[in-house]
């Protein structure tokens, strides 16, 4: 038995009762007094003075003494004792169990069940659907149960039950965070833990949806077994499940300012049979009024509809920092649980912007396109350019308004100061200058900057790069394996035209996300009618764990792996993220069909997408993230921020200030600690108290300087299938002679509590006769005088 069942054991009171009565312990059965020895009394008196010569009156007061006198010969002889008894009186307890798991925090409309809805409203006080099944319970158990049991004299015994069973001092400390409903299991615990007590019945509160443990039937038997009725009240609307459930499928957490929004959700239906819904995507603002931006309809299943909806640029919200989407379906009639129907999105958007540095070692065509989108085409990325090759005094490109580079920036603090994303293409990182400890610095520094969040991308080319990095220390940062034995790259023949084929068409990564329809964006990278091709790549070993793999080589390698080539591979070390593009001299031939449109849109999307781990927020010294981008309700979420000072060194501070909101839209403080021996890094945990979206950020005189948002949701168990289950509590209450109720009519526990139950159990006992006393013998001598006092007077012998 655990601690915290045996504890309110020990808190049980027993009253002791003395209790004083007398007892003839030699007297014979009733029947025989009254027959036999009463009348042989009387006749015995009356007989005496029958044949006296004296006053009525007199006679009969002589009878009553000499038939007193035989009374108490007769009482003498009878043993009358007083019997002292001490005994425990348990008053009679009722185990009260109350399901606290995540379902209960579902609430129920009660649409089409005006009778029902009506009771709801008059027991919360509220609309039914604002009102969450536990509050439905907690109130239903305050208003017609616990003064009922303390009318009859019970005790009530409260219990919490979720995957596990506790005892609960307060109704308020319920919370609705189990992750499953084990009702058979605290049913088990409970009487076990109450085995020998003076339990009379168990009453269960709950949805009735068990998802674990024993089956209810065995704990059943063990109830009937003890002896204890279960009397189950459901909570929930109880007809047949008919529900939408909109899921959050992916939605990114920060864009550029102007960027596209795509957000990919499911919506499944329960219940629905055949049939079809609406999904609208809305974006809100500051005042929650609504926009419409797309609408799409689907058809219903039970497995889920997987949409893609995607917002337009702009945010519709002035000069915010951030976008609000809602993404909704209509409810369908009769639909109980209507708060799954809608989920929030936000979005933040990054107005900063992106500042590139991009280095080659030759003018091949794809520098030569590349460089003139960096600097021209986009206002939103900031770019300085640096050709290696090109001769003295040669004046290097760069965006309007930054100084041209004489030299490619080697020290850390020059590249994390200064840029955002650095580009890499067909160029030895080692030989980034002519001195080499520049080069291996130029290394160096660049792993502090993936580290800190920045972005690389490497672009292969035929001379360089990767082949003269395979086996260095650079070889890490890439999100692939090289093969050092492919030194010379693709040996197949460089006339002839391929096309790469997406490593996952019907949820293409954001980078390769060139078209919104999905059917579109395969056919411009697979099909002749698409994008034009690429002759050369440069063959890896494979993805390293945890990198993606966008592209792929639509043939099988000649080495006989089962795996064709990846040809994107994004990836992330460990904060920042990297790119890796292994054709050479293809993205710029995009141009011939299309101009400038897809080439211009997919470096924007691969840029943006390296750059995001700087621009989530402000300042970019200060980094605040989830453990996890999605938490269930019964977890603690742990936020970590990652601190710089000014010299880019870890914070030595002992504590920062950080600020939270949950879906309720309140913002609270929060204190993220030092983690000790790990500098710069700091934590907080915190126990949300709903499902939702939560924001969190800091911010310096009142500007916000990092952020991140994390989702908290149901459990997995409790969100599968939360209608209610009364078929299971009837079952329960039928097997042990209970009674089946429902929060709104618990008029039939009258009957089962009736009051008057204690149990009585004897301690100890103590006999005194009442012969052995002064009192009995002056009270003989007392009647014998008199009778004899009368019997003088009167001249009788």
Known sequence: MSAALRMPLAMLSEDR?????????????????????????????????????????????LIGLRTTSLCLLLLVLFR????????????????????????????????????IANAIRELVGTEPKEATRLDVARLSLETNVLGLLD??????????????????????????RGRGTHVGEALGQALNAHRGRHVTDVIVISDGRSNGGPLIEEAALLARVAGAPVHTIVVGDTRPERNLVVELVEAPSSVLEGDEVVITVRVHGRGTGVG?????????????????????????KQTGE????????????????????????????????????????????AREKIRVLYVEAHPRYEYRFLKDLLIRADE????????????????????PGLPRLVRVPTERRELLDNYDVILLGDINPYSISPDPAEGEEFVQSLFEFVERGGGLGVIAGEYENPRAVSGTEFARLLPVKLDPTSGLGFEGATVNEHRPTLESPGNPHEVVRLHPDLEMNRELWEEPTGLRGYYWYFPVAGAKPGAQVLLRHPQQPLTGSPERDPLLVVGYHPAGRTLFLATDDSTWRWRYRYVHRYHERFWRNAIRWLALGRLREGDRRYALEPLRSRFDLDERVVLEARVLDEDFQPSSAPSQKARIQGPEGTPEDLELVAVPGRPGRFRAD?????????????????????????????????????????????????????????????TGLAEAFPGNEERREPISSELRDAWDHWGTLLLALGVLCMEWILRKRHELI
């Open 306 to 349: 997987r949409i893609v909806l995607v917002a337009p640029a702009g945010s519709g919200q002035g000069d915010a920092s951030q976008r609000r989407f809602r993404v909704s379906v209509p409810p369908l009639p009769e639909e109980r649980i209507l708060d799954d129907n809608t989920l929030i999105a936000r979005v933040h958007v």
């Open 686 to 746: 915190l126990r949300p108290d709903q499902p939702g979206r939560f924001q969190a950020w800091m911010e310096i005189n009142g500007e916000r300087i990092a952020g991140a948002e994390f989702e908290v949701v149901l459990p997995s168990r409790e969100n599968a299938d939360p209608s209610p289950d009364p078929v299971a509590l009837q079952t329960l209450a039928r097997m042990t002679g209970g009674l089946a109720l429902s929060a709104t009519d618990t």
């Open 151 to 176: 009318a009859g004299g019970y005790e009530p015994r409260l219990y919490a039950f979720h995957e596990d069973l506790s005892p609960v001092a307060q109704l308020d400390n319920l919370s609705g």
């Open 380 to 399: 939103r990325i900031e770019a300085q350019i640096y050709l290696a090759s090109a001769t003295p005094g040669f004046p290097q490109e760069a965006s």
């Open 276 to 300: 079809n819904a609406s999904v609208l995507l809305e974006e809100l603002d500051a005042d929650d009024n609504a926009r419409t931006l797309a609408s799409e309809t689907i058809d219903l």
């Open 17 to 61: 009762a003395l209790q004083e009565t007398w007892r003839l312990l030699e007297a014979p059965t009733p029947w025989v007094i009254v027959l036999v020895i009463a009348p042989l009394v009387a006749l015995v008196s009356w007989y005496a003075y029958r044949s006296e010569s004296l006053p009525r009156g007199v006679r009969a007061i």
């Open 80 to 115: 009358p004792v007083q019997v002292r008894s001490q005994e425990n009186v348990q008053a009679p307890e009722v185990l009260i169990l109350i399901d606290d798991s995540a379902s209960m925090r579902n609430r129920d409309a009660y649409e089409g069940e005006p009778e």
